[in-house]
């Protein structure tokens, strides 16, 4: 009997997602930068950050929860597990930040790219794996 057409194979399936996750996290990635340059000023860097980082977290978690990972959990059951990975990349992210703004106090979009890359594997690896695994 021939496969099933209308099933994706693994690794199609695995490159939908990270493709989808890369649209989506381009997305939450602009909230995060709209949010951080509106803020920066008013706030500072670190709380200006903190505040956009989380604004983009929750973009993010909604469309790769429905869209990207196409989860049928409970929301509120997987709230506690998607917190977790967030509050970890949300420090990795802070502190890279404040880290490169440390070494190099003009630096704002370097240290805010770098803070997202290390944020978004961080966020990938845990959402496939952790708080939308099948």
Request: glycine fraction near 8%; hydrophobic fraction near 50%; charge should be positive.
């Amino acid at each position: 009997m021939p496969p099933d057409q209308g099933a994706a194979s693994p690794a199609r399936e695995h490159l939908r997602e990270v493709l989808r996750f890369i649209v989506v996290g381009v997305g939450a990635v602009s909230v995060d930068a709209a949010g951080y340059a509106l803020l920066v000023r008013f706030l500072g860097p670190d709380p200006a950050k903190a505040s956009s980082f989380i604004a983009g977290a929750l973009f993010g978690f909604w469309l790769n929860r429905s869209w990207t990972f196409r989860s049928q959990g409970m929301p509120l059951v997987q709230l506690p597990v998607f917190s977790a990975v967030y509050a970890t990349s949300f420090c990795a992210n802070v502190g890279v930040n404040h880290l490169v703004l440390r070494l190099w106090p003009s630096a704002l979009t370097p240290g805010f790219l770098a803070a997202t890359a290390t944020s978004t594997v961080m966020n990938f690896l845990g959402m496939k794996f952790l708080v939308f695994r099948r």
